[in-house]
């Protein structure tokens, strides 16, 4: 796989690392989540995807008080 994708035009390369020699479902079992969506929790944008309408051009997040100083 990796070999064939590299002889291919691509903006990246494939390189053998630390999960290469693993089969799909055993990087699944052991570097994924299990935890489940609780039932009726939903994405906001599945159920409205007009929410960006009621979003502003621009936000000044230094009046939020969610900036910091600049450093040097």
């Keep these: 796989m990796i070999r064939a994708h590299n002889r291919r035009p691509s903006s990246y390369k494939l390189e053998i690392n630390e999960f290469a020699d693993m089969a799909d479902e055993e990087f699944e079992l052991h570097y994924t989540s ?32 969610a900036t910091t100083k600049p450093r040097n």
């Design 34 to 65: 299990t935890i489940a969506r609780p039932e009726g929790l939903t994405n906001i944008y599945e159920d409205d995807l007009s929410i960006e309408e009621d979003l502003p051009e621009r936000v000044d997040w230094a009046e939020y008080g």
